[in-house]
Nanobody
């Protein structure tokens, strides 16, 4: 069982930046592909970005490309989501998720473990 704990959310003005962190309990963290998702009120959970455990390849949703960056530090069992040029439409609860396969996928059901989420609010 992998436990994931997100942190780093908060309130920021449009154009600002935040960095989210997700710490995993699993000692074999380096064998998990990690994804970031978000869910706004009344909307479905959507893929934001992810990073594979093989080669560190990344994948992003079109809505965040060029603004968000996913990275990982396997020594710290941590994955990060650096968010720049934030927009009010980025407001959501952000979740990290883990899957044991090597590819980054966009569908929620293909991830095995989830964190509890952290709120990000972007004011205009």
């Amino acid at each position: 069982q992998v436990q994931l704990v997100e942190s780093g959310g908060g309130l920021v003005q449009a154009g600002g930046s935040l960095r989210l962190s997700c710490v995993a309990s699993e000692r074999t963290f380096n064998r998990y592909t990690m994804g970031w998702f978000r869910q706004a009120p009344g909307k479905e959970r959507e893929f934001v970005g992810g990073i594979s455990w093989i080669g560190g390849s990344t994948r992003y949703a079109d809505s965040v490309k060029g603004r968000f960056t996913v990275s990982r530090d396997n020594a710290k069992n941590t994955v990060y989501l650096q968010m720049n040029s934030l927009k009010p439409e980025d407001t959501a609860v952000y979740f990290c998720a883990a899957r044991s396969k090597s590819t980054v996928v966009v569908t929620t059901y293909e991830y095995d473990y989830w964190g509890q989420g952290t709120q990000v609010t972007v004011s205009s």
